[in-house]
């Protein structure tokens, strides 16, 4: 059974920081890039950042700076360092992987940034 399990969601103030975590099962094989993907009230689910099975990463700019994604493959666990967090910031956050022929999401983990 393929299963993406996000943690580490909550509320936070601003300027503070959290850190994500998504362990992906080992069902799934052969993943090209793990990813992270935010969606604010009201809003479309958007980008926040991609690492791929070479280690590139990329940002959406808004997270420049203050995120960083990483992985460990020992653990099949992917991270999102979120520091210096804004009220924008709040959303519900999904992990994403991507394999040749297919993509998985996780069920989201609520992250809420108060001012």
């Known amino acids: 059974q393929v299963q993406l399990v996000e943690s580490g969601g909550g509320l936070v103030q601003a300027g503070g920081s959290l850190r994500l975590s998504c362990v992906v099962s080992?069902?799934?094989?052969?993943?090209?890039?793990w990813g992270w993907f935010r969606q604010p009230p009201g809003k479309q689910r958007e980008l926040v950042a991609t690492v791929s099975r070479a280690g590139s990463t990329n940002y959406a700019d808004s997270v420049k700076g203050r995120f960083t994604i990483s992985r460990d493959s020992a653990k099949n666990t992917v991270y999102l360092q979120m520091n210096s967090l804004k009220p924008e910031d709040t959303a519900v956050y999904y992990c994403?992987?991507?394999?040749?022929?297919?993509?998985?999401w996780g069920q989201g983990t609520q992250v809420t940034v108060s001012s």
């Open positions: 994403r992987v991507f394999t040749n022929t297919a993509n998985y």
């Open positions: 080992r069902s799934i094989s052969s993943i090209n890039v």
